[in-house]
């Protein structure tokens, strides 16, 4: 094989995870998919190849892990250079702007929307939905920029943004269930809506992006643990 | 020595932001003269609100009237553009081979999401005990940075090597910061008892010529930390009133 051995640890509902393996599909590479425990069992394979993190998604190629999602997806495109479609563009002031969008969604994007879904006060939780809403609608006007009237923000193809903000997709639609309000809007948010839609009919979301109601399920499931964990923790501080 | 044709270059920066830092000594490595245009980040200008109306902070790149945002992308930027300059220190700031580039950037994105928060926080904290966290976390973090110089530099001078690479410029920034902390708390983030390759690595890279060129002495930092101290107390303050 061309691209040697991959294997990719992951966990079905990492947004993370979802990303490489859209940028894999994409490319139309094969790989060893790997589901991990993450929660309660971490395998030896995770912590030797992520000693730092201990998190997915980690790629190995031939052996040599590489982690990140957004490290793991240039590697991918800059590895396989021969081997199907660019994943970011050529030019070096486009490749500028993809990075710097790629880092506003999560910096920005994903942080107020994990304080939206999850913030310990309700306070927090309105301030995550009030600047969820800034950010999306910077990235509105991203996408307007970027895509010049076509499909995506590469362009005629999926790029480098497609992918990040891809995986992220059934998270983001289950929005109104997690957070109280749905991130991508018709009135408000009327190109990412329509990519929304046009992206998840793309044959690589339909084989890699999870189901939408059962991501919900298992987000509140994790709200929960992670509310008790903290609670627990609080109690034994007071004792202590 | 700098790339002719390649157009007129801006840099929006902040003589103490390591950010900034980072940007301007990548110019500086290849070369490429540049404007360099100081800002009060107390009182935005109009150039740094119109090219950066995102995230209106430094540094910013503007290479023939187009902005460039974030200091890493900018450093690979300028890597790709002026790929075939130099001066003599070394050319390449990110190695050519895939692999080499993602544990640079693995390294460069650690610094970010651990180093920096935490250091930052020994500046914030307003407790002695939120502190002395935030110095726990800081040390952990440089920790790591130890091993990862052992395996990146191979035994040679720097992490990219035998010359200045990514990880290198990311890291090192942070070094008048270092001395900052350790004026104002008598904190020592890397010291040649606990961390001796990173310790050996910051004279390195201090006797760099870039480095002499644009890392401001430590007092400069103190003094901009004592300006940013009292610019959050007069918003936490105004916050409580409200």
Known sequence: MAEGELKLLGTWASVWACRVRLALHLKGLSYEYVEEEIFSNKSELLLKSNPVHKKVPVLIHNGKPVCESRIIVEYIDEAFPAIGPSILPADPYDRAVARFWAAYIDDKLEAEWVRAYRGETEEEKREGRKQMFVAVENLEAAFKELSKGKPFFGGDTTGYLDVMLGGLLSWQLGSEALCGVELYDAARTPLLSAWAQRFGALDAAKAVLPDVGRVVEFAKMRRAQIAAAAEAAAAVATKN | ?242
């Open chain 2, 1 to 242: 020595m700098a790339e002719e044709g390649k157009g007129e270059v801006k840099l929006l920066g902040l003589n103490v932001s390591p950010f900034a830092i980072r940007a301007r000594m990548a110019l500086r490595l290849k070369g490429v003269s540049c404007e360099y245009l100081e800002q009060d980040l107390f009182h935005k200008g109009d150039l740094l609100l119109r090219s950066n109306p995102v995230n209106r902070k430094v540094p910013v790149l503007i290479h023939d009237g187009k902005p460039i945002c974030e200091s890493l992308v900018i450093v690979q930027y300028v890597d790709e553009v002026w790929a075939a300059a130099g001066d003599g220190e070394g050319t390449a700031i990110l190695p050519a081979d895939p692999y080499g580039r993602a544990i640079a950037r693995f390294w460069a994105a650690y610094i970010d999401d651990k180093l920096f928060p935490a250091l930052m926080g020994i500046m914030k904290a307003t407790t002695e005990e939120a502190r002395a966290e935030k110095a726990k976390e800081t040390f952990a973090a440089v920790e790591q940075l130890e091993k990862a110089f052992a395996e990146c530099s191979d035994g040679k001078s720097f992490f990219g090597g035998d010359s200045v690479g990514y990880v290198d410029l990311a890291l090192g920034c942070l070094l008048p910061w270092f001395g900052a902390v350790r004026e104002m708390f008598g904190l020592e983030i890397i010291d040649a008892a606990n961390t001796p390759l990173l310790a050996a690595w910051a004279e390195r890279f201090g006797e760099t010529a870039a480095a002499k060129e644009v890392l401001p002495e430590p007092d400069k930092a103190v003094e901009y930390a004592k300006k940013l101290q009292a610019h959050w107390t007069a918003a936490a303050a105004a916050a409580a009133a409200k």
